[in-house]
């Protein structure tokens, strides 16, 4: 969304309470109440929480590949065997594996991913600071002009 439809949604939503509580249904709001209520309610902040959740399961998958890879491998087979009218012979054979493999040099591969994964947590989490202070700020002017124009 573009700043002036942002602009334009704080301004009808606050001005539609503020015109609620003239008519009387609804009692009076603060500036701290609203901007906790825009806060709360805001689909941009959700967003931004979930993006962030994300950066940090990313950050724990590359963390992760790093790590001992084990695989374990399994199966099974029956077949017939030989019949020789009156008896009938099956055979039977399993088999089970397991394998662990770790790298042991990786030319600095590992730590790199590791860095960019935190570096693009680090801005996911500024970014829902930097949303939570542009609502907060558009919560508060608009606030402030709806009491200029009252």
Known sequence: ???????????????LLFFQ?????????SV???IAMALQNNLDIKIASTKENQAEA??????????VTVSLGSSSSISDGISDGVDRDFERSNSTSISASYPLYTAGKNKLNT???EQALEQSKLNTQ?????????????????????
């Open 1 to 15: 969304m573009n700043r002036k439809v942002k602009k334009s949604i704080s301004a009808l939503t606050f001005t």
């Open 21 to 29: 509580e003239t008519i009387g249904f609804c009692a009076s709001l």
């Open 32 to 34: 701290n109440d609203a």
């Open 58 to 67: 990313n950050l724990a998958a590359t963390k992760a590949q790093s790590g």
């Open 115 to 117: 860095n960019i994964k």
């Open 130 to 150: 930097r949303t939570a202070e542009n609502i907060t700020y558009n919560t508060v002017k608009t606030y402030y002009d709806i009491l200029e124009d009252q």
